[in-house]
Nanobody, 115 residues
Framework: QVHLVESGGGLVQPGGSLRLSCAAS????????MGWHRQAPGKQRELVAI???????NYADSVKGRFTISRDNAKNTVYLQMNALKPEDTAVYYC?????????WGQGTQVTVSS
């Protein structure tokens, strides 16, 4: 089984930046899609950003222009650069990967945006 481990979360001021990392226990090259989802208190888990092995990306409207997803196959790691953070970005962020025919999830990392 593939293990995904997130890191980089924490407390940041509004307008600040964080970079989340998702380290996989094996090569991420075979994954068709990797990305990030988040779940805020009292809300359902939602898509934040995804990236295919071909480089195609998709972002939630709420983060478009502020967040950037990238991947480093050599390091088996996916990143989420988060800029211009807002209080409504506060959530647990989960790494996600799909490799036919299974989906994998990390345990999550907390991001809190507050003064």
């Amino acid at each position: 089984q593939v293990h995904l481990v997130e890191s980089g979360g924490g407390l940041v001021q509004p307008g600040g930046s964080l970079r989340l990392s998702c380290a996989a226990s094996e090569s991420i090259f075979p994954f068709n899609v990797m990305g990030w989802h988040r779940q805020a208190p009292g809300k359902q888990r939602e898509l934040v950003a995804i990236m295919s092995t071909g480089g195609t990306t998709n972002y939630a409207d709420s983060v478009k222009g502020r967040f950037t997803i990238s991947r480093d196959n050599a390091k088996n790691t996916v990143y989420l650069q988060m800029n211009a953070l807002k209080p409504e970005d506060t959530a647990v962020y989960y790494c996600y990967g799909y490799r036919p025919v299974s989906a994998y999830w990390g345990q999550g990392t907390q991001v809190t945006v507050s003064s």
